[in-house]
């Protein structure tokens, strides 16, 4: 089994800065694509931004050049660091993670931090 934690969810103004982590914890032998996503009220959840293995990135055009996403295979650790905040950012935010471990290529999901960016 397989555990993903997030944590730096809150409250922000509009313009403001927040720092998201995950980690990911339990029977993992290796970590492939790592993620995150969120969910509106009333929306589907969606993609945020991606990160393989080997630190390659995608991002979609909402958030390009305001989000980074970063990971530490060592620590099983990604970062999301979320700048130039906007109203419809508000969401709550998910960890996504594709593992190895009791099984390959298992998805797992963390229980989600909200992230609320006033006007």
């Known amino acids: 089994q397989v555990q993903l934690v997030e944590s730096g969810g809150g409250l922000v103004q509009a313009g403001g800065s927040l720092r998201l982590s995950c980690a990911a914890s339990g029977n993992i032998f290796r970590i492939h694509d790592m993620g995150w996503y969120r969910q509106a009220p009333g929306k589907q959840r969606e993609l945020v931004a991606a990160?393989?293995?080997?630190?390659?990135?995608k991002y979609p055009d909402s958030v390009k050049g305001r989000f980074t996403i970063s990971r530490d295979n060592a620590k099983n650790t990604v970062t999301l660091q979320m700048n130039s905040l906007k109203p419809e950012d508000t969401a709550v935010y998910y960890c996504?993670?594709?593992?190895?471990?009791?099984?390959?290529?298992?998805?797992?999901w963390g229980q989600g931090t909200q992230v609320t960016v006033s006007s």
């Open positions: 996504n993670a594709e593992v190895d471990g009791t099984r390959p290529g298992e998805h797992y």
């Open positions: 990160i393989t293995r080997g630190g390659n990135t």
